[in-house]
């Protein structure tokens, strides 16, 4: 019987692990956290100095029963729960659930932490077991009761003065914040026009280059000095009459080095911008790369652990990384000494490596066939930016050549060459900004060699306002102000999607009416709660206490004081009224009172304030999206209702067949008609059964003949009675294990027809 008990938090990786150590020791999975703090009032008695009422989690009893009986044959248990704080924590409440003391209990506890699943990495955690670092846990319990002390405080005040269902967090609500400001800024930016002139320009022998204009009569142009049209029309004319010629030629050498392994935001970041993956989609991806994958020999783990916030790469990692390079690239792509990084987050924690593959030989293309598509992609998203942040730097020749224009005009071209191309061969970091114009190739030029004017390119632009946020820039925005911790940023996004505060538009957040008014509430009343400083600094104090600095209960007594007294003050100050509607000079039409907006469950429209006294008149807001929406086009479809054009007009769902005679017509109809089966629909007799899509996207089968005839089936229908029962149909079922096969979908029926037989336990 195994002597040693090993308890991880996956069960995924439990079986890996437990293939590494052999006999001797049985690997059993807590399945994540075991207790919490339980979502109800009082869980934290601020009374007692802030004293955690934890309990066990209900799905988490009998993994905790499995824990004990395995025990009792058991003379060591060895914890190695994931290599963070929240890892840390874990193993401290398991002990607590289990009932075990760990100085006192009859068997030996350890705690062991590997950054990686591989055998060498978890036999020598294995023979280097350490005490449970109660700093760190500390640290965690203290950001868990905060969390806690926010959430099932703010949020009831969120339900009393907006509505029912509101929710507020420490770090989500600055989240919202940067969400909210940033569209304000849109709302409030001012476009401004501008123009820029370029020259196409080509020397004797016919090659071309194309220059833009930078100086006129001696003054640099700044960007606003050609204003409009009629500037610009002058400035060309001027240009037309002139010589060219070049003035000076200034050639320079520029190194490029190189973008640092990933941490948990930059991988999140550039996952976000070269693969379209969410930041939770990145991260679930990356969980079961590191837990482990089957590559023929058994599972291992793929990756480093992905929760972390730093830069560094081991020796053994770095060796083996120069050596793959060497051999695929050559020893002119490969360094002399490894490259080192300094990390640029704010409260960095250095103890982990950086997300890298555990093995840097086993190459993208070696493990294609064996990984998902999504899997594949980020693996080989990580083997490169690993690999070529330890090849050599990229020398770019630099050239920039001034052209004068006659004697009042300058012009400038610039050129870039490749000389060597180093990392970049492999990887370039993805950009937020996609409007960096790329620099092209120039022909030799010498000083004060003419140049023929082939043609002027004066161009309008108007100023725009900063982008809506993505995913990638939020998280890097976090990151910058140092707010939130690694393993926070995918929950972040996920709960302002959930609650509806804010939603995804061509990758973009859109913060929702109900999300600006949280928002707002949040930052009149409680200013320094969504401080983008002082939520840095509180992470900062959190940060103290895991390193011992500071104990975590005089944390929470600086922070419960000010803001329980806050909370009272403002319990008497703010008026639903207040926070919900906003008054308009406007009279209503139907009584004369005046208007109002205010916000109801599907966001903010226009009603009276007589409602009392009767009066039910309401209209919409014309968002300034909405204004801008062109006319619906006319389709070549009659109405089979009344006659009338069908107009195609774009919905929630994408677009759609609308009767133009609305409101008097109110039909509608889907502008991709359903696909039919050409079976019959078995209720009416009369319509056809028709594929269509569910709202949540998933395949079903009804009668063309709705609302009349309500039929409808999850599976495809085949033609054909059944054999046994008589009905008019049956459906095609297709199952894993048991193959493709007809059945009855008619109830008490249990005819089939194929498929493989269940194989017998």
Request: proline fraction near 6%.
């Amino acid at each position: 019987m195994p002597q040693h008990l090993v308890i991880v938090e996956s069960p995924a990786k439990a079986k890996t692990i437990e293939k590494f150590l052999g006999p001797d020791y049985k690997v059993l999975a807590s399945f994540g956290h075991v207790r919490a703090l339980p979502s109800k009032q009082g869980s934290v008695d601020t009374e007692k100095d802030f004293e955690p009422k934890y309990a066990v989690l209900p799905e988490s009893k009998k993994h905790i029963d499995a824990i004990k009986r395995e025990l009792k044959g058991s003379d060591t248990l060895l914890l190695a729960t994931d290599p963070d704080r929240e890892g840390e924590a874990i193993s401290w409440h398991l002990l607590a659930a289990l009932g075990i003391d760990e100085k006192k209990s009859p068997i030996t506890v350890q705690r062991v932490v590997f950054h990686e699943i591989t055998k060498n990495a978890i036999v020598d955690a294995v023979s280097n077991p350490r005490t449970i670092a109660h700093d760190l846990v500390d640290a965690q319990q203290a950001r868990s009761v905060l969390d806690y002390l926010v959430g099932f405080t703010l949020s009831p005040f969120l339900w009393k003065k907006i509505r029912y269902g509101l929710s507020a967090g420490r770090v989500q609500s600055v989240a919202l914040r940067l969400v909210c400001e940033r569209e304000r800024e849109i709302q409030a930016f001012k476009t401004q026009e501008y123009w820029t002139i370029g020259a196409e320009l080509a020397k004797q022998e016919g090659q071309k280059l194309t220059a833009g204009l930078i100086e006129v009569n001696g003054k640099k142009l700044g960007k606003f000095d050609i204003p409009d049209q009629a500037s610009a029309d002058g400035i060309v004319k001027d240009l037309q009459g002139c010589s060219y010629r070049v003035d000076k030629v200034a050639k320079s050498e520029r190194k490029r080095t190189p973008a640092p392994p990933f941490t948990t935001s930059t991988l999140q970041q550039e996952a976000s911008r070269k693969l379209g993956f969410s930041a939770k989609k990145t991260m679930s991806t990356a969980q079961k790369l590191y837990e482990g994958i089957d590559i023929g020999s058994g599972a291992v783990g793929l990756i480093t652990y992905m929760r972390t916030d730093s830069v560094v790469l081991s020796s053994q990692a770095l060796d083996e990384t120069r050596q793959v390079i060497t051999g695929l690239y050559g020893k002119e792509y490969a360094l002399e000494k490894p490259r080192f990084f300094k990390n640029k987050a704010k409260n960095a924690q250095e103890a982990h490596e950086a997300i890298r593959p555990t093995y840097v030989d086993k190459t993208p293309a070696e493990l294609k066939k064996i990984l998902s598509s999504d899997q594949f992609k980020l693996y080989d998203l990580i083997w490169k930016r690993t690999v070529a942040c330890q090849m050599a730097e990229a020398l770019l020749d630099q050239t920039s050549v001034d052209i004068a224009a006659g004697e009042r005009f300058k012009l400038r071209a610039t050129g870039t060459v490749i000389r060597f191309p180093g990392f970049m061969k492999l990887y370039i970091e993805g950009i937020d900004d996609e409007t960096e114009e790329k620099e092209g190739l120039l022909p030799p030029l010498n000083e004060g060699e003419a140049l023929n004017l082939k043609g002027l390119k004066p161009e309008q632009h108007f100023t725009q306002p900063p982008p809506r946020y993505t995913e990638a820039t939020l998280v890097k925005t976090l990151e910058e102000y140092g707010i939130g911790r690694p393993s926070t940023y995918a929950s972040i996004m996920n709960t302002l999607l959930e609650r509806k505060y804010a939603r995804l538009e061509t990758k973009r957040f859109f913060p929702e009416d109900v999300g600006m008014v949280v928002s707002d509430l949040l930052t009149q009343h409680f200013t320094q709660y969504v401080d983008y400083n002082f939520t840095a600094r509180l992470e900062e104090e959190l940060d103290q206490v895991s390193r011992g600095e500071k104990q975590w209960k005089p944390v929470m007594r600086d922070f419960w004081g000010p803001f329980s007294s806050l909370l009272k003050q403002k319990e008497g100050e703010v008026s639903k009224s207040d926070v919900t509607t906003e008054a308009l000079d406007e009279k209503c039409p139907e009584c004369g009172e005046l208007l109002a907006v205010k916000l109801g469950r599907r966001g903010k429209f226009i009603a009276c304030t007589g409602y009392k006294d009767g009066c039910r008149y309401t209209r919409n807001i014309e968002s300034a999206e909405q204004a801008e929406k062109p006319e619906p086009e006319i389709s070549e479809e009659k109405c089979d209702k009344c006659g009338q054009p069908m107009l195609i007009k774009d919905g929630r769902y994408g677009k759609y067949l609308a009767c133009s005679g609305y409101p008097a017509c109110k039909n509608i109809q889907p502008l991709v008609k359903p696909k039919g089966t050409g079976v019959t629909c078995p209720e009416c007799g009369k319509g056809e059964l028709t594929e269509k899509k569910s709202r949540y996207g998933k395949m079903f089968y009804s009668c063309n003949k709705y609302p009349e005839c309500k039929f409808a089936l999850w599976d495809p229908p085949q033609p054909g009675p059944c054999p046994k029962c008589g009905f008019p149909l049956l459906v095609k079922k297709v199952y894993k294990r048991e193959g493709e096969f007809l059945k009855c979908p008619k109830e008490g029926c249990d005819y089939k027809l194929g498929g493989k037989e269940p194989k017998k336990e």
